[in-house]
């Protein structure tokens, strides 16, 4: 009788936490993001070519 109650109260719990609003982040932080995300991008394939290409002709 026990196990069903506590497999209800979970379930409600974890129903009720999946459906909470999720953190909005600001445009000005996410826009920065983006930007240190794109400039780390650049910098790890910056002079790097992919495999099998060769730099020059």
């Known amino acids: 009788m026990i ?3 506590v497999a209800v109260l979970v379930a409600a719990a974890w129903a009720s936490w999946a459906q909470r609003a999720p953190k909005a982040t ?20 910056a002079g790097a070519s992919a495999p099998g290409e060769r730099s020059g002709r």
């Open 26 to 45: 600001g445009d000005p932080a996410s826009l920065a993001e983006h930007q240190r995300f794109m400039a780390a991008m650049e910098r790890t394939t």
């Open 3 to 5: 196990i069903p109650v």
